[in-house]
């Protein structure tokens, strides 16, 4: 069994990892994120290559195991986002519209899932966001209200499909509260 904790495993298998990703990809073990259909939270090892590798079921045997994966995943996510630029879009008046992040690995939307995220973006949009992860290494965030997300939303779309990284066509919203979905992207869904 391999041990989450322990340095020696983790350079020989890989760093534990959280990944955000479609629900089709079935990965041994997934929970959806709160309120999705179609968005899953997995745990991987990412290799010195960049590789990922899925965990699978048998290195969860107590309860506590999944809470302790989580809580590593969570801050390593959180010292990359101390790394992150966001690309920050003004309208034709300079007020800032959105933010964009896009980086080269595939964590970077479980950065999302860290209380820095809402800290750091809060202070420019207000306390309560709407983000898109269209891919697991690109994120958009919007302020809740007076958002202009309708005028993107082909292109989130469009982000998804061309990916090689496919994370969620859903909106969610984030808040002090957490991370939970509000709708789709997709105009196929209901």
Not at 50 to 57: A, D
Request: proline content about 8%.
């Amino acid at each position: 069994m391999m041990c989450f904790d322990q340095a020696s495993a983790q350079e020989k298998d890989g760093v534990p990892a959280l990944l955000i990703g479609p629900a089709y990809l079935r990965p041994p073990v997934y929970r959806y994120l709160p309120n999705s259909k179609r968005t899953i939270l997995y745990p991987v090892l990412i290799k010195s290559s960049g590789e990922t590798i899925s965990v699978n079921g048998q290195n969860f045997t107590t309860p506590g195991d999944w809470d302790r994966f989580v809580k590593d995943a969570r801050e390593r996510s959180q010292l990359q986002l101390a790394t992150l630029d966001p690309t920050l879009v003004r309208d034709s008046h300079g007020v800032i519209q959105m933010a964009v992040i896009f980086t080269d690995t595939p964590v970077t939307a479980t950065c999302t899932l860290t209380p820095g995220f809402i800290e750091r973006f809060s202070a420019i949009f207000g306390p309560e966001l709407l983000v898109a992860f269209p891919t697991q290494n690109k994120i958009y965030v919007f302020p809740k209200l007076a958002n202009k997300i309708e005028a993107m939303t082909e292109t989130i779309r469009d982000d998804y499909l061309i990916s090689p990284m496919p994370a969620s066509t859903e909106l969610f919203e984030l808040s002090r509260e957490g991370l939970h979905a509000v709708g789709s992207l997709n105009p196929d869904d209901d």
